[in-house]
């Protein structure tokens, strides 16, 4: 006759317990013991919500849109529409009055209710327009109030300025060395943000 593991009842390969093995009490015992070791050692445990997590740069928390100068990054080319798996962000571009080349963002909506905070739409965004910020408390109390609009979406440089300098760090340094760009013809996706 056969067990479960395929070790038959009585063959050399069966485990064979002695006196103490057979009462499971030195086991239990062990148990007891490394539990009682553990309760004196410090805890990790963060009383949320009274003390909050301290978060690096690299958390991901709710997309926000950057605004540098008094008005958003955003040019509306819809990359982050495109590439967002669930469909959460929703744009409709318009044209600036005084410049012929710059577009911008006329409506801007996510739905946090679908976004699954992935960072794809921040990935391909060529301006750094649109990044994930620290915040995780996301509270809403209606699914229209769940969709988020510009007025709620962006957020100056300076409090993004971890998450920007996180960024900049793992640009690719071959971009813009390897291959030749003219910067004249494509003023967007080369702009030096640090001058």
């Given at each position: ?7 038959i ?12 093995g ?5 086991e ?37 849109l ?5 008005k ?6 819809g ?7 669930p ?9 600036m ?15 946090m ?29 209606s ?8 007025d ?10 971890p998450?920007l ?31």
């Amino acid at each position: 006759m056969s067990t479960k593991q395929g070790i038959i009842k009585g063959s050399k390969k069966e485990r064979q317990l002695d006196f103490w093995g057979k009462l499971y009490f030195p086991e239990i015992f062990k148990g007891m013991w490394f539990s009682f070791k553990h309760i004196f050692k410090p805890t990790v445990t963060i009383q949320y919500p009274e003390e909050k997590p301290v978060l690096g740069p690299e958390f991901r928390g709710r997309p926000v849109l950057v605004q540098e100068n008094g008005k958003e990054r955003c040019v509306a080319c819809g990359l982050c529409a495109r590439a967002c798996p669930p469909l959460a962000i929703s744009m409709q571009g318009a044209e600036m009055e005084d410049d012929q080349k710059e577009r911008y963002p006329e409506t801007f909506e996510i739905d946090m209710l679908r976004c699954i905070f992935c960072g794809y739409c921040e990935e391909v965004c060529p301006e750094e327009a649109i990044v994930m910020s620290p915040d995780y408390e996301i509270n809403f109390s209606s699914r229209e109030d769940a969709v988020y609009g510009k007025d709620r979406l962006v957020i100056d440089k300076a409090q993004l300025k971890p998450r920007l300098d996180f960024l900049a760090e793992r640009r690719n340094k071959n971009f813009g060395e390897v291959y030749n760009f003219n910067e004249d013809n494509n003023i967007h996706t080369l702009r030096n943000r640090e001058e």
